[in-house]
């Protein structure tokens, strides 16, 4: 095959076939192209002002790697005049997450920005190695995500930003509207194609990423010699994931424009979503302050569930009744700090 | 003909290496003409050997074709994997999923894996399904 010159500068020789659109380009025009496009996702939502703090969930990977290094480079192009910070979640996997906190740890230093690391440790009292040896492997995905978004927003407040941007990409937002639509839960379908969401007393949480392919980002991230971490969860048995996340590729192999098909099938149900808006109403978590749609947010039901041995409580209706039987929560329990996030909270003791 | 194998770089990244006792980097040797069926029979042992490139095997002539990227996946697959060869191919390709790059190119712009392989290639399969 003869090497095809870019559709793009029609100078140098192509070296991507584009899966939105089919063109091929060469490494310059798809450097430029990419940043541009991620640019117009950020000016079109009117994601960010002048002056605001900006922390990028960090996790090692490639989407949050690549994130970064765009974030930045959009920043000084473009003069966002934002503040930038890495905020990294650490679960307290040994073997995983310590590897890949190390990846980031170097782009603080490549990218010349603050690092915040909080840990599941230091703020639940739990590292997620204790908490599968307490509940093994069966649920530990819903210890792990109701952890991680809690810390996430802890974290964002103290380093007292305005905004949280994730690198959910566009096959991640596809695979979770299929999954949405597959468990027939239509309040999240809507909401998990926002670029933006923002809760009553939550930090913004945005996703720039949101029309990237992931082809394209790891591509960005070859070419351009990103150095990120790539291992799979060691407890991640997120079997349901795998499948949709099959099931898309298999549908992208035929069809690349499906991953973007499909976003628009989940934003074309947001609006039908807003005419029965019948959603629990937000309160705050009587125990740490965070926002939660009952008198306890999941993170301290999951969490008195581990305590006292009952870490079902959160997972089924039976187990929840049963612990809430079995009277209430004792005193001496450990429990989350509470939640202000207007202000910066203080650090936590970890109880032994 | 100057000769009749050819010596290519592989690499594998984003978590793929895992599959390949955790090695990014591999060189390896083929034959100039691979079985059409991209069996291994024959060629298992042929980067020493003088075996011409229409071998027979007994009496039966093996059909032969150039070596294309195709045959390497199937090479790799059989040679240098270790552990769930599911994760590495399906239906006679790449999982969906793993990009390839053929000399820093997107394979799609050329040829996939019908793509004849040269002396000196360089192929790079990274795996696009570990982490964000
Ligand atoms: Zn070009
Ligand atoms: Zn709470």
Redo the contacts between chains.
């Keep these: 095959m003869a090497p095809a010159s870019c559709a793009l500068c029609k100078m140098s020789k192509a070296i991507l076939k584009r899966p939105k659109t089919g063109q091929q380009i060469c490494k310059d025009c798809f450097f430029y192209v990419f940043e541009t496009e991620v640019h117009h996702t950020i000016t079109t939502a009117k994601l960010f002002k002048q002056g605001d703090k900006v922390a990028i969930g960090a996790s090692g990977g490639k989407d949050s790697t690549v994130l970064a290094h765009v974030m930045k480079t959009l920043n000084d192009r473009y003069q966002y005049g934002l503040e930038l910070f890495l905020l990294s979640i650490d679960e307290g996997i040994t073997g995983y997450r310590d590897d890949s906190l190390e990846t980031v740890k170097r782009n603080q230093q490549q990218y010349d920005m603050p690092l915040k690391i909080l840990s599941y440790d230091e703020l639940y009292g739990w590292t997620m190695d204790a908490i599968v040896s307490q509940i093994g492997k069966k649920n530990n995905c819903t210890f792990c995500g109701v952890f991680r978004r809690q810390a996430l927003d802890r974290g964002a407040a103290m380093l007292d930003v305005d905004h949280i941007v994730t690198g959910h990409n566009a096959d991640d937002i596809a695979e979770t509207v299929l999954m949405n639509i597959m468990r027939g839960d239509i309040a999240r379908l809507g909401r998990c194609t926002m670029i933006c969401t923002q809760g009553e007393d939550t930090i913004k949480r945005s996703k720039p990423f949101k029309y990237a392919y992931e082809k394209e980002i790891v591509m960005y991230a070859y070419f351009k010699k990103l150095d990120y971490f790539s291992t799979e969860c060691i407890y991640s048995p997120d079997a349901y994931r795998g499948h949709a996340r099959a099931f898309l590729k298999d549908l992208e192999a035929a069809r690349p424009s499906a991953i973007i098909d499909i976003i628009h099938s989940g934003e074309a149900f947001e609006v039908r979503e807003e005419v029965k808006a019948a959603q629990k109403t937000q309160q705050t978590c009587i125990r740490c302050g965070y926002m939660s749609s009952n008198e306890l947010c999941k993170a301290c039901t999951l969490l008195e569930g581990l305590e006292r041995g009952m870490a079902n409580s959160a997972i089924t209706e039976r187990a929840r009744k049963k612990m809430e039987a079995s009277g209430p929560a004792p005193n001496n329990m450990r429990s989350i700090p509470f939640f202000q996030s207007s202000q910066p909270i203080l650090a936590v003791e970890a109880p032994s | 003909m100057a000769s009749d194998t050819l010596s290519l770089k592989i690499e594998f990244?984003?978590?793929l290496e895992?599959l390949f006792s955790n090695i990014r980097s591999h060189k390896i040797t083929l034959p100039h003409l691979v079985p059409i069926d991209n069996s291994m029979d024959g060629t298992s042992h042929v980067p020493s050997s003088s075996t011409p490139p229409s071998a027979t095997d007994g009496d039966k002539p093996i059909k032969t074709k150039p070596a294309d990227v195709t045959y390497l996946m199937h090479y790799l697959r059989d040679n240098l994997l270790k552990e769930r060869a599911e994760l590495f191919m399906e239906n006679g390709t790449v999982?969906?999923?793993i990009?390839v790059?053929i000399n820093?190119?997107?394979w799609?712009?050329?040829?996939e894996g019908e793509?004849e392989l040269k002396d000196g290639d360089e192929i790079?399969f990274?795996?696009?399904?570990?982490?964000?």
Aim: aromatic content about 4%; proline content about 4%; overall charge negative.
């Design positions: 990244g984003g978590g895992l999982r969906p999923g990009l790059l820093d190119t997107d799609e712009l050329e040829g793509y790079v990274i795996s696009t399904l570990h982490g964000g």
